[in-house]
């Protein structure tokens, strides 16, 4: 497929599309999110690279199964200690995607702004998609995330922290971006629900999805429900996704057709009736 | 620069201006008391006094004359960024050592005009031109208007006029204005209107939520919102010195 190149700013070209995982909130799933996220967008044929932001806390090659190929990392690129070649890892699993890992040693202040821009700037010569998963915090490693952002994927748990902190770095994303600062285009918002357990919400003991879309007023990508299979898939290094007999792998999958802009009903928003042996036999 | 045709000479004119302004009544001086109670009022509604235009109203002043220190007084209120412009009323005493620490000499509220003839025999004749502290809304300003939530953590501010918000005011926001305030959507965060002191303004909104709403300097926080209102189209007015919700539809 051809594509023009087009140059909006200072030479970032506009060619790959940039997507941030954010949340405010820490433990609401971003990791989860990018590595299945960038996963489900690689195997539909896109070329993927997904970027780990949290300098200091490197988790995502965790995730991805491959934190023993880890030779250089974001940080070592950006100052010109290695080339992007030499720091991108290339999925075992789907050959058109890769990672680039977080360093371990550094402080998040090693990301500049125009080091990260040099560096989104080559991988858009070459990428689709540009998937950066952001640490938590609204400081500045979470800045740098999504500072080159075209879109934003903010997960949150269906719960009032989460949710409150979910709608302050929606603030941030309105005036701190790139695309707010040069006054284009707003960053394009998902709601994407994680750990979501309709069981407790119908017991009231978590916000239903109408309530969190009502109080952050943003289009809803995907409801994830809570399952055991995101847990177990995080400790083998598997991105859920790829568990595609599961409820959480599945909803990843729907989240990402409609990324794409594909049309899917929503699904694992009810909770299922239990059967009698069931309730019998499983507790 | 291209030069007015009928006074090329004239660098400025002066105009007559109306504006609104803070009064802070002052009943006795004590810098710590003082101190004190600035900081507790900032605190509740901190956007609402930065940079502000103070006048200090000395008509209930009951004090001793010594203790009041206008010096240490504007002092404090430079610390948190307030800026005391005058003082207003008070006895011949007070004035006088309100402008040996340069403060603008303003009439008393109540009895202005015999006030103001007295005015004119203290003042020299350089401040003759100082702007009449008059009740008057301002009048023409163009409102202020927001399509998208202001969300956590953000602030948006209606200087002059009203502040008109088509979107929801989120938890953790505040809105500022002038004049009214108008969220068409439900308001969660903090609402204040008024903030240049005028009594007439008013806080709308389709769903009242607020953490606090503010009127001229008179607030209530959530918990004192819950009786009446409390999550249904209403509106806030001041009602003698005291906050009201109203239902809309009963409007």
């Known amino acids: ?283 | 620069m291209t030069q007015m045709t009928t006074d090329a000479s004239q660098c400025f004119q002066l105009k007559s201006a109306s504006v609104s302004l803070t009064a802070l009544e002052l009943y006795f001086f004590d810098e710590q008391a003082f101190e004190a109670t600035l900081r507790d009022k900032i605190s509740q509604a901190p956007g609402f006094f930065k940079d502000i235009p103070l006048v200090v109203s000395l008509e209930k002043y009951e004090g001793v004359s010594s203790e009041l220190d206008f010096f240490k007084l504007i002092g404090s209120c430079r610390r948190h960024n307030i800026h005391v412009i005058g003082v207003r009323g008070g006895t011949d005493d007070h004035r006088r050592m309100a402008r040996n620490a340069a403060l603008a000499l303003l009439p008393a509220a109540a009895s202005r005009d015999a006030a103001r003839s007295q005015e004119e025999t203290t003042a020299s004749d350089s401040t003759e031109a100082t702007t009449p502290v008059t009740e008057k809304a301002p009048e023409g300003k163009p409102a202020k208007i927001v399509t998208q939530p202001v969300r956590s953590g953000q602030q948006v501010y209606a200087p002059e006029g009203d502040l008109i918000i088509l979107a929801p005011v989120q938890a953790g926001a505040e809105v500022l204005a002038a004049g009214n305030i108008h969220v068409y959507g439900p308001l969660r965060g903090r609402a204040l209107a008024g903030i240049h002191g005028a009594t007439g303004a008013r806080v709308f909104c389709q769903s009242l939520e607020a953490e606090l709403v503010s009127i001229a300097g008179h607030y209530k926080i959530s918990e004192d919102l819950q009786e009446s209102g409390w999550k249904t189209a209403a509106q806030i007015l001041l009602k003698d010195d005291v906050l009201v919700a109203l239902p809309l539809d009963k409007a």
Not at chain 1, 127 to 132: A, E, L, P
Request: charged share 25%.
């Open chain 1, 1 to 283: 497929m051809h594509r023009f190149v087009t140059h909006t700013h200072k030479g970032i070209a506009a060619l790959a599309k940039i997507i941030v995982v954010t949340s405010g909130k820490g433990g609401v799933g971003k990791t989860t999110t990018s590595a299945s996220i960038s996963t489900g967008l690689a195997r539909r044929g896109h070329k993927t690279v997904v970027i780990d932001f949290d300098v200091g806390l490197r988790n995502l090659d965790l995730i991805m199964n491959c934190e023993r190929r880890v030779v250089y990392d974001f940080v070592n690129v950006i100052q010109g200690e290695a080339s992007l070649n030499q720091a991108l890892i290339r999925d075992k699993r789907v050959d058109t995607l890769y990672i680039l890992p977080a360093s371990q040693t550094r402080e998040k202040e090693a990301l500049t702004k125009e080091g990260v821009e040099a560096v989104i700037n080559e991988l858009s010569e070459t990428f689709d998609y540009i998937v950066c998963d952001s640490p938590a915090g609204i400081e500045h490693g979470a800045q740098m995330a999504l500072y080159y952002a075209d879109e934003a994927i903010v997960v949150t748990n269906p719960e009032v922290s989460s949710v409150r902190d979910s709608d302050r770095i929606l603030g941030i994303l309105q005036s701190k971006s790139r695309r707010a600062e040069m006054g284009q285009d707003p960053v394009k918002e998902h709601l994407l629900l994680t750990r979501y357990n309709p069981e407790r919400v119908e017991k009231g003991e978590m916000l239903s999805v109408g309530d969190v879309e009502e109080i952050l007023a943003i289009p809803l990508l995907g409801v994830i429900p809570e399952s055991q299979v995101v847990l177990n898939a995080s400790n083998q290094g598997t991105p859920v996704i790829l568990e595609g007999d599961s409820d959480a792998g599945q909803a990843y999958e729907d989240a990402v057709a409609r990324l794409l802009g594909e049309e899917r009903e929503h699904r694992f928003m009810t909770a299922q009736k239990k059967g009698f042996f069931s309730r019998m036999f499983k507790g």
